[in-house]
């Protein structure tokens, strides 16, 4: 009698934990795949990590994929960048562009943004008209609608990240800081969209 009551409760020990078990494992299973999905996903949008400097320049800390960079520059916080000629995109690659401010002086005298433009819109034209603009971030209200996206105005060790799809179109599209005097100074680039 005791060895089948202990074969019984054997049998209930295995039963339960093979019924328990294997709906946890399903579960975990399930949330397992649709944490590398995730995973997955965040790796395929490439992240450009631009630094903007009281130089007014674009610039990075080091070599990233597809971004072609020229001089080297000492920005206040000591380190050394290289600036930012172009960035390389496909037509609709998904991107994030991470930009940070590094400048000790105040947000008066030197805020950067990054405003990726349409195609063909003249560059110098809305830089000089969102300078005047300081009440809308320094984007012109009436040339918004030539803005394919942008970061808002960013103060000394402010940083913010912006998502955006590159454009379809093949093309050479110009990025600027529109703050007042940036875009005279340099703070521009391309972002090249080829095949």
Request: net charge negative; proline share 3%; aromatic share 8%.
């Amino acid at each position: 009698m005791k060895s089948i009551n202990a074969l019984f409760t054997l049998a209930l020990a295995f039963l339960f934990a093979c019924g328990g078990g294997g709906g946890d494992s399903q579960s975990q299973q399930a949330e397992s795949t649709s944490g590398d999905q995730q995973a997955q996903m965040s790796q395929d949008v490439r992240t450009i990590n631009l630094v903007g400097i009281d130089q007014m320049k674009f610039v990075v800390a080091e070599a990233q994929d597809g971004v072609y960079t020229s001089d080297t520059l000492t920005a206040s916080d000591g380190n050394t960048y290289f600036v930012v000629d172009s960035i390389a995109a496909a037509p609709g690659e998904e991107l994030q562009v991470e930009l940070e401010n590094v400048s000790s002086l105040p947000p008066s005298a030197m805020s950067h943004n990054f405003a990726l433009l349409e195609l063909g819109t003249d560059a110098r034209a809305f830089s000089n008209a969102s300078a005047q603009a300081k009440d809308n971030e320094y984007i012109a209200p009436d040339m918004e609608d030539k803005v394919i996206t942008h970061t808002k105005m960013l103060g000394g060790d402010e940083s913010e990240t912006i998502s955006f799809n590159a454009p379809d179109q093949t093309g050479r599209y110009d990025y600027v800081c529109s703050f007042p005097g940036h875009y005279a100074a340099g703070m521009r680039g391309k972002l090249v969209v080829q095949e």
